[in-house]
């Protein structure tokens, strides 16, 4: 099991930007491709952001393309969302973990929330 932890949330203007980190343990992160998702109040979790295992290929959702990026460190067991030009929208609690098809494969972590004020 790879436990999951996301922290780089806050409060923000809106234009500004934020840097979202996700650390996961276990050896087996590598193997896995990761995701971003958010869950803002009163909505169902949705998808943002997903990186292949290498970091080769990213997907985003169009939300959020063209001022969200993914990336991750193998190395450092970390996954990270960049996001630029941020919304009112854009508030929610942000969440990483490894995509299934539906839903994801790890328990989820505690999420880090994002505001963005008008």
């Known amino acids: 099991q790879v436990q999951l932890v996301e922290s780089g949330g806050g409060l923000v203007q809106a234009g500004g930007s934020l840097r979202l980190s996700c650390a996961a343990s276990g050896r087996t992160f590598s193997s896995y491709a990761m995701a971003w998702f958010r869950q803002a109040p009163g909505k169902e979790r949705e998808f943002v952001a997903a990186?292949?295992?290498?970091?080769?290929?990213?997907y985003i959702a169009d939300s959020v393309k063209g001022r969200f990026t993914i990336s991750r460190d193998n190395a450092k067991n970390m996954v990270y969302l960049q996001m630029n030009s941020l919304k009112p929208e854009d508030t929610a609690v942000y969440y990483c973990?490894?995509?299934?098809?539906?839903?994801?494969?790890?328990?989820w972590g505690q999420g880090t929330q994002v505001t963005v004020s008008s």
């Open positions: 973990n490894a995509p299934l098809p539906i839903g994801a494969k790890w328990t």
């Open positions: 990186i292949s295992w290498s970091g080769g290929n990213t």
